[in-house]
Every structure is written in C-alpha cells, then in structure tokens.
C-alpha cells in the first residue's frame, strides 16, 4: 500500500441524495463495485440484478467520472479511474400508518438513502485515514477458534487403562403430590 499525498492524485465524488431504497438495500449494490475500474462498475451497475437501484449507482459513478474528465481534461475513459470509496448512509424517513384491526394503526417507515462515490486515479488512495486498503477491497476473514490443550492427547491403551468412564447420576425422583383433606363443610351442613 503506498501512502500518496491527495494534493497530487486526481479524486472525484459524485453524491446521490434521497434515494428511496432502504439503505440496506442500497449496501447490497454499492458494495459490487468498491474497489473496482469505474468501467468495469458501470458495466456491473448496468445489469444489475435490481434494476432500479442499478440504473441510480450507474448514474452516480458516470457523474463522478464526468467529474474526474472535467478536473483533468487529459482523462481519457472511466478504465483509468478506481472506485476507492462507496459509501451509503441514512437519508430521511418518511412515516406513515397502516390501518389495523380495532382502530389501530401500525407504522410504516419509508427509509432513503444518501450514496457517495469517490474515484481516483490511485487505486491505494484513500480519503479517509482511519480506513486501510485491505478493509475497503475484502471483508475481515473469520477467526479460528482457539485450541486450547492443557493435557497432552493419551494414547489407547494409556487412556484405558488409566481413566474409567465417569458413572451416571441416577435422575432425582420428584415427590409424590399429596391429596387435599376432604372437605368438612358438607357433612356439617347435612348433620344439622
């Protein structure tokens, strides 16, 4: 990873305010084309699986390029600009109501989302200090859990002999319910 100075690589953004999609769903595209050539993101935004929110991420990156070609005229196409930053935020959320049985009302909230795209002709850029390169290209491998070996392995006939098999504990027996006295009252009130 180089450490470029931001004064000397070419950086565009392009922001797309009040998307309606929730921004979880809009986290499912925009992460496609992170890292990615900005050709090789439109082509990707272009047949996207939904439709809508493709054909929005395809404007912004193109916008974000236009952007690039009007600070460098020397810019020939997008195949020499990065994808460095994809970012989706919470936008406004618009409330409304579904009537429900018994006079209720159940809320329904429309989410938006807010979409930045920023594009570099340094693939190792980033804007952001706090973030490295290997974060914004691959999410984090999982980790393994930890083997933990206190005693070494014993081998067959070690561990038959020398360790028996621990014995079952018997299940406790629950008490038997006792029966309530009978009532008095009744022979009392035939009595008199």
Do not use: C, H
């Amino acid at each position: 990873m180089s450490n470029t100075d931001t004064t000397t690589a070419l950086v565009s953004r392009a922001v797309l305010r009040d998307l309606r999609a929730t921004p979880q769903k809009a986290r499912r595209v925009v992460n496609l084309v992170r890292g990615q050539r900005a050709d090789t993101a439109l082509n990707m935004m272009k047949f996207a699986n939904q439709p809508e929110l493709g054909q929005a991420i395809y404007t912004l990156i193109a916008s974000a390029v236009s952007n690039a070609k009007q600070k460098n005229p020397s810019l020939r196409d997008a195949s020499e600009l990065w994808v460095v930053e994809a970012l989706v935020d919470e936008g406004f959320t618009m409330k409304r109501y579904r009537p429900r049985a018994q006079g209720r009302g159940f809320a329904i909230d429309k989410r938006s989302s807010q979409v930045t795209v920023v594009l570099s002709d340094d693939k190792n850029l980033r804007t952001n200090k706090n973030l490295k390169a290997s974060q914004m290209q691959k999410p984090k491998a999982r980790r393994k859990p930890a083997v933990i070996a206190d005693k070494p392995a014993p081998t067959k006939a070690a561990d038959s002999l020398s360790e028996k098999p621990a014995p079952k504990k018997a299940a406790a027996k629950k008490a038997t319910a006792k029966k309530a006295p009978a009532k008095k009252a009744a022979t009392k009130r035939k009595a008199e």
